[in-house]
């Protein structure tokens, strides 16, 4: 077992502050989503994502992320997954069940048996390919202010350059002046708001066989292939290449995963993963340590307890466009880590490959992959 004493200590300064706020171009649009259309209830998604960073941050020392599930997240806000009977309980029951996959997973083994077989080459592709995913999603958020995003994006670019300069502190901060200017009357909400104290409530006991059922079959099954690849063997990837210092193991991020989401699910929670882009993304604005994740973890936590009801007016102070910012460069930072080393063909084309199919589906991707790589290893295809 991994010696955690001797880890380097976490920091607290103005880098892990700004590297804090990289992975907001994920969280907010998901979490956004589940309260405007699941109305689901900010103050325990936001207490159960804040203990989350806290935890991890404290534990692996790294800027490990703790992100939505965007497959998830994506089938129970659309309208058309609505109308088939999704309902908020059936997200905390897909939180739950997610939660007990991945304990089994952990605590059998089958996850880093399973991740043995992995390539590296349809690893690497996998990365890229989710690097590529993040910086189109970045460019699509950007299309709303083309302009305004096109300015933005030059300035931080200018800014990261400068590692003095904290160019998300910057970013933010030029994002809620647009945003006050776009919308006047979002001043007077701003100081109409007053903290309110929250304890999440316990929904276990709420939960049917149904929510259950459904929870598992519509949102936990399909989401898994997706968590296995970016938010399992990618994140592990990342982290040991990026902090050899403080490696983390498959059965620990397994374990981490299972629990997470059995806590999410017992304070009505969504399903939450360990996405690779959201350490990318740490990182690019100047994360170094797991203090970035428990600085972001306390915000949340504090504003799922203390501000539960004036979130949705709160997240409108980050227009789309800067989201689309971070995003971007979150995507850009996580394909540069993809390098392929390799001089074999057959290798190359794996990457690339799965690459292009991570961009549509992880899943495919690396099963695509295992099965090129071996295939080739056996002379049984030519490249």
């Given at each position: 077992?991994?010696n955690v004493?001797?880890r380097p200590?976490?920091?607290f300064?103005?880098?892990?502050?700004?590297?804090?706020?990289?992975?907001?171009g994920?969280?907010?649009?998901f979490?956004?989503?589940y309260?405007?259309i699941l109305?689901?209830?900010?103050?325990?998604?936001?207490?159960?994502f804040g203990?989350a960073?806290?935890?991890?941050g404290?534990?692996?020392?790294t800027?490990?992320p703790?992100?939505?599930?965007k497959?998830?997240?994506?089938?129970a806000v659309?309208q058309?997954?609505?109308a088939?009977?999704?309902?908020a309980s059936?997200?905390v029951?897909?939180?739950?069940m997610?939660?007990a996959?991945?304990?089994?997973?952990?605590?059998?083994?089958?996850?880093?048996?399973?991740?043995?077989?992995?390539?590296?080459s349809a690893?690497?592709?996998?990365?890229?390919g989710?690097?590529?995913?993040f910086m189109?999603?970045g460019?699509r958020l950007?299309?709303?202010?083309?302009?305004i995003?096109?300015?933005?994006?030059?300035?931080?670019l200018?800014?990261?350059?400068?590692p003095?300069?904290?160019?998300?502190?910057?970013?933010l901060?030029?994002?809620?002046?647009?945003?006050?200017?776009?919308?006047?009357e979002?001043?007077?909400?701003?100081h109409?708001i007053?903290?309110?104290f929250v304890?999440?409530?316990?929904?276990?006991?709420?939960?049917?066989?149904n929510?259950?059922?459904?929870?598992?079959?519509?949102l936990?099954l399909?989401q898994?292939?997706?968590?296995?690849g970016?938010a399992?063997i990618?994140?592990?990837?990342?982290n040991?290449r990026?902090?050899?210092?403080?490696?983390?193991?498959?059965?620990?991020?397994?374990?981490?995963?299972?629990?997470?989401?059995?806590?999410?699910?017992l304070?009505?929670?969504?399903?939450?993963?360990?996405?690779?882009?959201?350490?990318?993304?740490?990182i690019?604005?100047g994360?170094r340590?797991?203090?970035s994740?428990?600085?972001?973890?306390?915000?949340?936590?504090?504003g799922?307890?203390?501000?539960p009801?004036?979130?949705?007016?709160?997240?409108?102070?980050?227009?789309?466009?800067?989201?689309g910012?971070?995003?971007?460069?979150?995507?850009?930072?996580?394909?540069?880590?993809?390098?392929?080393?390799?001089?074999e063909?057959?290798?190359r084309?794996?990457?690339?490959?799965?690459?292009?199919?991570?961009?549509?589906n992880?899943?495919?991707?690396?099963l695509?992959?295992?099965?090129v790589h071996?295939?080739?290893?056996r002379d049984?295809?030519k490249?």
């Amino acid at each position: 077992m991994t010696n955690v004493v001797s880890r380097p200590a976490n920091k607290f300064d103005l880098s892990e502050w700004a590297g804090a706020f990289g992975d907001l171009g994920t969280l907010i649009p998901f979490v956004a989503a589940y309260i405007a259309i699941l109305k689901m209830n900010p103050n325990g998604m936001l207490v159960a994502f804040g203990v989350a960073l806290i935890a991890v941050g404290f534990i692996y020392r790294t800027p490990f992320p703790v992100q939505p599930m965007k497959a998830i997240g994506a089938s129970a806000v659309s309208q058309a997954s609505i109308a088939a009977g999704l309902t908020a309980s059936v997200v905390v029951g897909a939180s739950l069940m997610t939660g007990a996959i991945w304990l089994l997973l952990a605590f059998t083994g089958l996850a880093k048996k399973i991740s043995a077989y992995v390539p590296k080459s349809a690893l690497l592709g996998v990365v890229m390919g989710l690097g590529f995913s993040f910086m189109g999603e970045g460019i699509r958020l950007m299309g709303s202010s083309p302009i305004i995003a096109g300015v933005l994006l030059m300035l931080t670019l200018a800014l990261l350059n400068r590692p003095k300069v904290p160019a998300m502190l910057i970013l933010l901060a030029i994002g809620f002046g647009i945003a006050l200017f776009e919308k006047p009357e979002l001043s007077s909400q701003l100081h109409a708001i007053k903290p309110e104290f929250v304890i999440p409530s316990f929904e276990w006991q709420s939960l049917t066989l149904n929510d259950l059922w459904l929870g598992l079959i519509l949102l936990a099954l399909p989401q898994l292939p997706l968590t296995f690849g970016n938010a399992f063997i990618s994140i592990t990837e990342e982290n040991n290449r990026l902090f050899p210092d403080r490696p983390v193991k498959e059965q620990t991020i397994a374990l981490s995963t299972g629990l997470m989401n059995l806590w999410s699910s017992l304070i009505g929670g969504i399903p939450m993963c360990h996405g690779a882009g959201g350490m990318a993304g740490h990182i690019q604005f100047g994360a170094r340590t797991g203090g970035s994740s428990i600085i972001l973890g306390g915000i949340l936590l504090a504003g799922g307890v203390l501000l539960p009801s004036s979130i949705s007016t709160i997240f409108q102070l980050f227009p789309t466009s800067v989201l689309g910012v971070i995003l971007f460069f979150a995507g850009l930072q996580l394909a540069l880590g993809s390098r392929d080393t390799s001089s074999e063909k057959a290798d190359r084309f794996i990457v690339l490959a799965t690459a292009g199919l991570a961009v549509w589906n992880v899943g495919i991707a690396v099963l695509f992959g295992i099965t090129v790589h071996y295939l080739a290893k056996r002379d049984l295809l030519k490249l």
